[in-house]
């Protein structure tokens, strides 16, 4: 039973008053202790499913090994706000399954980031990604959490951040929004050419206006 205790109390799912009414006095239906434990699990389950939220885009980008579409500006400040939240209850000793979410969401939103940065627009495309800056960013990363959550930064530092946190996701938004009507506006025209691949002529226009640039240049 002391065992059991010990679990249950050190990962703050039930106090040691509530274990001791619900286990010693077979008060299973104390009203404060379920209202605790209830929320508990719930924050515990809401960490839980943190751990997938990002995953798709992870693996999606890690398939196509592509980030076209997604703007770095967006994700770095869905990534401060998350961090923001995080450091913010965690200096403040708030129960992990009060912050717990935001870690995990913190981490794969970096993940996201780096993976950007390393495929870029993708093996085809002239904006390709470079493996040396995701691994920086995911360094400036580190560090920028260990001050955070280090007594380096002030606590009132951190109730700035983190109140700004709902403009910043509002602007992180639009700017994504922007960026994908951006992308769905765009709409290339295929055609084919005699070894059968399909080339954009879009770009093909833009090809020939340098060329033509180039030669007017030399004649100049």
């Known amino acids: 039973m002391e065992h059991l205790k010990s679990i ?5 799912l039930v106090t040691e008053e509530c274990f001791a009414t619900i286990f010693y006095d077979y008060d299973i239906l104390n009203t404060s202790c379920l209202k605790g434990i209830i929320s508990k699990c719930l924050g515990y389950g809401i960490i839980a499913g943190s751990l997938m939220v990002k995953l798709p885009q992870i693996i999606k980008i890690s398939g196509n090994k592509s980030g076209k579409g997604i703007n770095m500006l967006s994700i770095c400040l869905e990534i401060f706000c998350i961090t923001a939240t995080m450091a913010y209850s965690f200096r403040n000793e708030f129960p992990f399954s009060a912050w717990g979410e935001s870690l995990f969401l913190g981490l794969q939103t970096a993940i996201v980031a780096a993976l950007v940065i390393f ?6 495309s002239p904006n390709k990604g470079n493996g040396y800056s995701a691994i920086g960013f995911l360094a ?16 009132e530092a951190l109730w700035v951040m983190q109140a700004a946190n709902v403009p910043l996701i509002l602007l992180a938004k639009s700017i994504q929004a922007k960026s994908n009507f951006q992308a769905k506006s765009y709409k290339p025209k295929l055609i084919s050419k005699n070894n059968g691949n399909l080339i954009d002529t879009n770009e093909l226009t833009a090809a ?11 004649l100049s």
């Open 140 to 155: 400036v990363y580190a560090l920028f959490l260990a001050i955070l959550l280090g007594p380096l930064a002030p606590l």
């Open 119 to 124: 495929y870029g627009e993708g093996p085809s």
């Open 8 to 12: 249950l109390t050190k990962s703050g």
């Open 208 to 218: 020939k206006q340098a060329e033509r640039n180039w030669a007017l240049e030399s």
